[in-house]
Nanobody
Framework: QVQLEESGGGSVQAGGSLRLSCTATGRIFSNYIMGWFRQTPGNGREFVSAIRWRDGNLYYADSVKGRFNISRDSAKIAVNLQMNSLKPEDTATYYC??????????????????WGQGTQVTVSS
């Protein structure tokens, strides 16, 4: 089973930036997907961004496109989420997710088999 470890959460003022990282330990396979979801109390997990490990294809929610950038780490099985121009509505617990997810289901939280513990991102106005 893949284990995911997250880091980088914190508090920032609107317009600022944070960088989240997620490191995976374990095995991945050709259609492995790693990405990020976020969740606020009382709501489900919302897709943020993902990357297909095999070829580096990138996927973004419309709400973060142009502001957030996901990337792979060249030295390890890890992904980073560079979050720029943060808005108060970005405040949430951010979860790293991974699994052998179909490319048609990458935006569905219940498609992922591995999850991190979550890291809190708070954007103040």
């Amino acid at each position: 089973q893949v284990q995911l470890e997250e880091s980088g959460g914190g508090s920032v003022q609107a317009g600022g930036s944070l960088r989240l990282s997620c490191t995976a330990t374990g095995r991945i396979f050709s259609n492995y997907i790693m990405g990020w979801f976020r969740q606020t109390p009382g709501n489900g997990r919302e897709f943020v961004s993902a990357i297909r490990w095999r070829d580096g294809n990138l996927y973004y929610a419309d709400s973060v496109k142009g502001r957030f950038n996901i990337s792979r780490d060249s030295a390890k099985i890890a992904v980073n989420l560079q979050m720029n121009s943060l808005k108060p509505e970005d405040t949430a617990t951010y979860y790293c997710a991974a699994g052998g997810v179909s490319r048609f289901l990458i935006r569905s939280a219940n498609s992922y088999s591995s999850w991190g513990q979550g890291t809190q991102v708070t954007v103040s106005s």
